[in-house]
């Protein structure tokens, strides 16, 4: 009786050990999955063979030391792993077109997640939820959320072409290189309520946005072609590289009270909608240029006091008043160290260097007297082309 139950056992014991360990391990089947069950920890990475048409539970093991890999499979619907905690290196999955199931519900530790051409799965089975990994980019999925990824600290995160993801909410504290969300959902919202520092962010095509605690960026954060009417940063202060607000649009506010200090570039571009800045009122200094044009009727910036590259402002409405502030905060020993331009009437707001150094016509570039009724008479109304000429004499010297 004894021998009965010894030899299953020993099989066991010595097929375990014989496979628990491999630079990579392929599997064709579920009895290939079933094989290294005993494996509490399996010591290498595990792929799933392209011709597997089983759908494959990998129960038992509870940490892979290696990747855990699935390309091109095209047949297999189902991928699951009761037991597993922990992917040390990569978790890959690319190419599996009929993939609609993926459950992992104790799993927390992931190295990379690397998920691309998932056209078929649209949710996940992650009931711990993974709360630590080095890089995640998710692309092309059909994924509707991201439940079972809830990350406190990530360093690089992509979010990229998941048409019916409209929810990213993560507790994100921070991001420690970059993280990059374009072209998700029509409606997606993009929620971190706890992240307090990125290196860098960049947001495109977003809906909502919300970083309430963000204090400080240490690279550049952008946003483009977004469609939210707000933006706004409530604790940034302090901006490392640039901060970029390009075709949002929509967007009729932004607002970031608490920013003193953009290091690189401030641009604010081609947000139709946009009629008033007036949402830096804390910034003293701007180490690159300052480049805005849209449809402005008034820019603000009542702290300003440091701005040490260009400064180019150009609207298609009639700007004169801000142009009036800012022309005599020009000059190199001045607040605005670079090259000054300001313009309103424009047909085609540009950005910097599409206009003469100097220009200052913050009413009509075409015409009038009205542009210039300044009350600091520092420069003559007059023809386009002569303005620019005197102020430009003003600016350089
Ligand atoms: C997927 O498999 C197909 C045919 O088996 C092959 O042509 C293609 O190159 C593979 N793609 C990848 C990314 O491995
Ligand atoms: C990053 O965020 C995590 C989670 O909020 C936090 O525990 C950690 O202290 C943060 N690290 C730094 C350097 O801010
Ligand atoms: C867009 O998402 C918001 C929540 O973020 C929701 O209130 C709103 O109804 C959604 N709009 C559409 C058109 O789905
Ligand atoms: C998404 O953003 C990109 C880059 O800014 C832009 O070219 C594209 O038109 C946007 N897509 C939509 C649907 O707005
Ligand atoms: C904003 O920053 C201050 C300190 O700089 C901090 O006390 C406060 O909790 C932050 N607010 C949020 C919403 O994180
Ligand atoms: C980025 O900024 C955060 C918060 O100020 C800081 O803790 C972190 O060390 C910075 N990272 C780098 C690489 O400078
Ligand atoms: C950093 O952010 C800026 C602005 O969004 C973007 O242009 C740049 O490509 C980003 N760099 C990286 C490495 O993500
Ligand atoms: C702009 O947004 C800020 C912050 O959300 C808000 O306090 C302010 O009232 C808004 N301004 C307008 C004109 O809507
Ligand atoms: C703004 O729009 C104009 C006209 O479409 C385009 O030439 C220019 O490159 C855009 N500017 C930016 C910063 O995208
Ligand atoms: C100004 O607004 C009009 C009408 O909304 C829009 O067509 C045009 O592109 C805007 N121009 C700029 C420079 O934003």
Not at 134 to 144: A, F
Not at 150 to 163: F, H, K, S
Not at 220 to 246: C, D, H, K, Q, R
Not at 353 to 363: C, F, I, K, W
Request: proline content about 3%; hydrophobic content about 40%; aromatic content about 6%.
């Amino acid at each position: 009786m004894a021998a009965r139950y010894l030899v299953p056992a020993l099989a066991i014991a010595g097929r375990a050990a014989a496979q628990c360990s491999a630079a990579t391990s392929t599997i064709q089947n579920q009895g290939d999955a079933s094989a290294i069950a005993a494996c509490s920890t399996f010591s290498g990475s595990i792929a799933i063979a392209t011709g597997t048409t089983d759908n494959i539970a990998l129960d038992g093991v509870q940490r892979i030391t290696g990747s855990l890999i699935a390309n091109n499979a095209t047949s297999i619907t189902g991928l699951s792993a009761s037991s597993l905690e922990r992917i040390d290196d990569t978790f890959s999955l690319t190419q599996l077109t009929v993939l609609t199931t993926l459950n992992f519900p104790r799993l927390t530790i992931v190295g990379t997640i690397d998920w691309q051409a998932l056209p078929a799965l649209q949710g996940l089975s992650f009931t711990t939820g993974v709360q630590q990994a080095g890089s995640v980019s998710i692309q092309n999925t059909q994924l509707n959320t991201l439940d079972g990824i809830n990350l406190e600290m990530v360093d690089t995160m992509t979010i990229a072409n998941n048409p019916y993801l409209n929810d990213i909410n993560m507790q994100l504290g921070n991001i420690t290189q970059s993280l990059i969300i374009e072209a998700n959902g029509r409606n997606v919202s993009a929620i971190f309520p706890n992240l307090e520092w990125a290196y860098n962010m960049t947001l495109r095509n977003v809906s909502t946005m919300s970083i309430p605690s963000l204090a400080s960026i240490n690279g550049s954060m952008g946003f483009y072609a977004n469609f939210f009417e707000s933006i706004s940063g409530p604790n940034l202060t302090t901006v490392g590289g640039s901060l970029s607000f390009v075709s949002n649009e929509a967007m009729t506010n932004l607002s970031f009270p608490e920013l003193t200090t953009v290091n690189g570039g401030l641009q604010v571009a081609n947000n139709t909608a946009l009629e008033e800045v007036n949402g830096f009122p804390a910034l003293k200094t701007v180490g690159g240029a300052l480049d805005f044009n849209g449809n402005f009727t008034s820019v603000e910036l009542p702290e300003i006091s440091d701005i040490r590259g260009a400064f180019n402002l150009q609207s298609a409405a009639d700007i004169s008043s801000s142009c009036d502030h800012f022309q005599p905060l020009s000059g190199s020993n001045n607040v605005i160290k670079g090259t000054y331009t300001c313009s309103g009437g424009e047909a085609a707001p540009g950005g910097t260097g599409t206009l003469s150094p100097g220009t200052n016509t913050g009413g009509s570039s075409s015409s009038s007297a009205s542009a210039s009724s300044s009350a600091n008479g520092v420069y003559i109304s007059g023809v386009t082309g002569v303005m620019g000429v005197i102020a430009a004499i003003f600016g350089v010297l």
